[in-house]
């Protein structure tokens, strides 16, 4: 089992462009997570899904969008990044316990 | 005011000690305690998880949780250098609730 899948691992993008996180986990777990995580301020949800079809904000939703395409799969879509959207990008994934794929290194410039 | 409070740290402890980890939290409906440790540059890795009152061992670590208190503690024996990672605590609250509550982590050091 590869658990919890991100790609890109790293992206530069310019202020204005926009750009798709894609997870994916073959856990079979019902719920997924996006976080961000910057230094002192710990990790932030962003959004996440508690089963397929349905999403839910969390902390920081603003400037961001997702997609649970399907059990597996549940994106995040940044429409016109920002350089406060600089950051590193989890997804998770949980059934009763809560897994993390490795991260996604995002710099806005 | 946070849910989920840790020292920042550094906690620094010499090689072979027990390094004890704090977390306190606000919320008295949590029903469930985990506890991730991260390497720097890496994402979060789950250590242990407790649901009941008292100790819970996984060879080197114990959790400790006391829910009349609202803390939740992990405690690392005979510790690494390897052991060198920020900690961080995360709760769920009961209610089938569906979303962790993680503090800000404690960074642990552990020194030769």
């Known amino acids: 089992n590869a658990g919890v899948t991100q790609t890109p691992k790293f992206q530069v993008l310019k202020t204005g462009q926009s750009m798709t996180l894609q997870c994916a986990q073959d856990m079979n777990h019902n719920s997924m997570y996006w976080y961000r995580q910057d230094p002192g301020m710990g990790l932030r949800l962003i959004y996440y899904?508690?089963?397929?079809?349905?999403?839910d904000k969390g902390e920081v939703p603003n400037g961001y969008n997702v997609s649970r395409l399907n059990k597996r799969e549940f994106s995040l879509r940044l429409e016109s990044a920002a350089p406060s959207q600089t950051s590193v990008y989890f997804c998770?994934?949980?059934?009763?316990?809560?897994?993390f794929g490795p991260g996604t290194r995002l710099l806005v410039l | 005011q946070k849910e989920v409070e840790q020292n920042s740290g550094p906690l620094s402890v010499p090689e072979g000690a027990i390094a004890s980890l704090n977390c306190t939290y606000s919320d008295r409906g949590s029903q469930s305690f985990f506890w991730y440790r991260q390497y720097s540059g890496k994402s979060p890795e789950l250590i242990m998880f407790?649901?009941?009152?008292g100790d819970k061992e996984d060879g080197r670590f114990t959790a400790q949780l006391n829910k009349a208190s609202q803390y939740v503690s992990l405690l690392i024996r005979d510790s690494q250098p390897s052991d060198s990672a920020t900690y961080l605590c995360?709760?769920?609250f009961g209610g089938g609730g569906n979303k962790l509550t993680f503090g800000t982590g404690t960074q642990l050091k552990v020194e030769l």
């Open positions: 998770a994934s949980r059934q009763e316990t809560q897994y």
């Open positions: 407790i649901y009941s009152n």
């Open positions: 899904s508690a089963s397929e079809g349905t999403t």
């Open positions: 995360a709760l769920l």
